[in-house]
């Protein structure tokens, strides 16, 4: 993903998830926040509960990779905040990207319907 599509900084971070409304699934909980910036910012975080730092690792690096194919499916002017939950790092790709999905379709954040 690259840095302009980014939730880089903490303040950033607590801002979304205080104020944010989230949305929760068995592998990740997405929080929302709608913004000012002209296009859309993701920050994926994973806590200890996740597992080790390899665990978590994992988990971040599956919800980026899901992410990179469904920026262009999703509306603009949007932070978004992806939390990991334990059962992320034992699943797939395409289950992973199943869950965005189903997610973002909850928060109204699908501008095109093409995506799987």
């Known amino acids: 993903m690259q840095r302009k ?15 944010g409304k ?5 592998l990740v909980v997405l929080i929302v926040q709608h913004s000012d910036q002209p ?7 994973a ?6 730092a390899v665990q978590r690792n994992r988990a971040k690096r599956l919800l980026r990779a ?3 194919s469904l920026l262009p499916d999703l509306a603009h002017g949007t932070d978004i905040l992806l939390v990991a939950r334990q059962p992320l790092t034992s699943s ?4 992973t990207r199943t ?10 954040l699908m501008i095109s319907s093409n995506a799987t």
Do not use: I
């Not at 797939?92 to 289950?95: A, G, I």
């Open 5 to 19: 599509f980014r939730l880089t900084r903490s303040t950033d971070f607590k801002r979304v998830r205080r104020f």
């Open 92 to 95: 797939t790709l395409e289950q």
């Open 39 to 45: 296009h859309l910012r993701v920050g994926v975080t």
């Open 66 to 68: 899901a992410m990179q």
């Open 99 to 108: 869950a965005l999905v189903s997610l973002f379709h909850r928060a109204g």
């Open 47 to 52: 806590g200890r509960t996740v597992g080790q």
């Open 22 to 26: 989230s949305y929760a699934h068995p």
